[in-house]
């Protein structure tokens, strides 16, 4: 079974630039998940989708941070723009749905640098 | 919202055990996950309890009291290989999965 899928592994842009993020979650899997994880903490959530719906976005800087799941499979997660303090592991996971307690799987996560 | 709260750094040697404690203050509660991350990696799933009681899987246990909103992760005959970070993750009545800092197990030969 192939896991969740993510890109790049890594990025490096300039602060006030824009960059996106792709995952391609476990086939079949409803429920998609955004992390942040900035390094030495735990992952902080950014966004949670059942199919392609958004079932959390609390935590999600909106007027900076945007991520949609068109189709309810694939999904992106944009930054624009870009400060010093997103530097962080953008991780993505997936599990089969979200409702009944399943794990979540996670993807290698995109490591960005913003300079 | 949830607050979870477990140590930052434990210390132990090959071959003993170490216990990782979690405590979760919720606003609901449909289980407590814990993963293990090793540097650089994605968080991999190691146990889930949504009932009172101990969960056993090889060297590795998860204890959950609901009543007290604790948790802990038992590592068993320690490996070097057991070096990693250890997040402890809540399934709350919204249904988001959150995380708690993590504490980070440094094995010594």
């Known amino acids: 079974e192939a896991g969740v899928a993510q890109s790049p592994r890594y990025k490096i842009i300039e602060k006030r630039q824009s960059v996106a993020f792709w995952c391609n979650p476990i086939?079949?899997?409803?429920?998609l998940y955004w992390y942040q994880q900035i390094l030495g903490q735990g992952p902080k959530l950014l966004i949670q989708?059942?199919?392609?719906?958004?079932?959390?976005d609390s935590q999600l800087p909106k007027d900076r941070f945007s991520a949609e799941r068109l189709k309810g499979v694939d999904s992106t997660l944009k930054i624009q723009p870009a400060k010093l303090e997103d530097s962080a592991v953008y991780l993505c996971?997936?599990?089969?749905?979200?409702?009944?307690?399943?794990?979540?799987?996670f993807g290698q996560g995109t490591r960005l640098t913003v300079v | 919202g949830q607050n979870i709260d477990q140590p930052t750094e434990m210390t132990a040697t090959e071959g003993a055990i170490v216990q990782i404690n979690c405590t979760y203050q919720t606003s609901g509660f449909n289980g407590l996950f814990w993963y293990q991350q090793h540097a650089g990696e994605a968080p991999t799933f190691l146990s889930y309890?949504?009932?009172?009681g101990l969960e056993e899987k090889g060297r590795f246990s998860s204890f959950l009291s609901r009543s007290k909103g604790y948790s802990y992760l038992l590592l068993k005959e320690l490996q070097m290989k057991d070096s990693a970070s250890y997040l402890c993750a809540v399934f709350g009545n919204d249904y988001k999965l959150s995380f708690g800092a993590g504490t980070t197990v440094t094995v010594r030969a």
């Open positions: 309890n949504v009932l009172d």
């Open positions: 989708f059942q199919n392609n719906g958004v079932v959390d």
């Open positions: 996971a997936s599990s089969l749905d979200g409702a009944s307690n399943t794990e979540a799987f």
């Open positions: 086939s079949g899997h409803a429920t």
